[in-house]
């Protein structure tokens, strides 16, 4: 399975962006699809995973202002991130798991700064 993400970018605090996830390869056996995030000087953790039957999770500081969404049609995993703060930069980093294995996308930076 290969990853390919789009979006990112720097944004104004309270500003919105979307991050798309293209998965290719292998794409039958995908389980669950998602976003990781790293801050600076920070361990990389979970922002938001959504599974082939669309059930959905985030992290707790994300939630109410990022949904993550499927297009079946396309295979496509999209996270829109809306009312960004600061404390939102990183890179951010698309995600793939299958039955054995996790995969990972190329990172993304996510800058929020006015």
């Known amino acids: 399975v290969q990853l390919q993400a789009f979006g990112g970018g720097l944004v104004q605090p309270g500003g919105s962006l979307r991050l798309s996830c293209a998965p290719s390869g292998n794409i039958l056996s995908i389980i669950y699809m998602g976003w990781y995030r790293q801050a600076p000087g920070k361990q990389r953790e979970l922002v938001a995973r959504i599974s082939t039957h669309g059930n959905a999770v985030y992290e707790d500081s994300v939630k109410g202002r990022f949904t993550i969404s499927r297009d079946n049609a396309k295979d496509t995993v999209h996270l829109q991130t809306d009312s960004l703060e600061p404390e939102d930069t990183a890179v951010y980093y698309c995600?793939?798991?299958?039955?054995?294995?996790?995969?990972w996308g190329q990172g993304t930076e996510v800058t929020v700064s006015s």
């Open positions: 995600w793939a798991r299958t039955r054995n294995y996790a995969y």
